[in-house]
T-cell receptor, first 114, second 115 residues
């Protein structure tokens, strides 16, 4: 069955540094990959979408890469701030007619220290 | 900015009781979903709904579960006879038309506790 791993359950970095989060997957061929932010007790909040034919996407301080050969996505937050502290989830999806279910990783808890 | 809303935010029920979780998706969206997240675990897909019918469901979504879109705005998840292991956060999500069906917008969730 498909497996999605997000490296390290927790990541601690200093304010101003770049946070890099990893999402690796096996036994699956996603058409797209999304990154979400989740705060405690809240629903996931969409951040970025990248499709299989795209190598890189950027949005303000966020950057995501997608390597279908390595079966890996990297998510970067530059100039990190304490307000960026949250759990970050990667989610994979495929086009399949009338369904677009997402398969989520377990998440990486990011803590940005002031 | 449009958002998905869910009610109630918290629900406590006795084992064996029926619960209905309610969601109002983003108004022009066409695809609707329910996911759940057991405390400390990952978000898991339950069911997707399109054109007034279930388009896919997971193994978790057994005969105790049902979904309905009773009118043009609400989307509900019913658990007929709750079990202890149904305790979780339940998230409703919706996504747009064919041009933007990939991105799912999630509601704040309903925390269900089965005693």
């Amino acid at each position: 069955s498909q497996k999605i791993e997000q490296n390290s359950e927790a990541l601690n970095i200093q304010e101003g540094k770049t946070a890099t989060l990893t999402c690796n997957y096996t036994n699956y061929s996603p058409a797209y990959l999304q990154w979400y932010r989740q705060d405690p007790g809240r629903g996931p909040v969409f951040l970025l979408l990248i499709r299989e034919n795209e190598k890189e996407k950027r949005k303000e301080r966020l950057k995501v890469t997608f390597d279908t050969t390595l079966k890996q996505s990297l998510f970067h937050i530059t100039a990190s701030q304490p307000a960026d502290s949250a759990t970050y989830l990667c989610a994979l999806g495929r086009y399949g007619g009338a369904t677009n279910k997402l398969i989520f990783g377990t998440g990486t808890l990011l803590a940005v220290q002031p | 900015e449009p958002e998905v809303t869910q009610t109630p935010s918290h629900q406590v029920t006795q084992m064996g009781q029926e619960v209905i979780l309610r969601c109002v998706p983003i108004s022009n969206h066409l695809y609707f979903y329910w996911y759940r997240q057991i405390l400390g675990q990952k978000v898991e897909f339950l069911v997707s709904f399109y054109n007034n019918e279930i388009s896919e469901k997971s193994e978790i979504f057994d005969d105790q579960f049902s979904v309905e879109r009773p009118d043009g705005s609400n989307f509900t998840l019913k658990i007929r006879s709750t079990k202890l292991e149904d305790s979780a956060m339940y998230f409703c999500a919706s996504s747009g038309d064919l041009a933007g069906q990939e991105t799912q917008y999630f509601g704040p969730g309903t925390r269900l506790l089965v005693l």
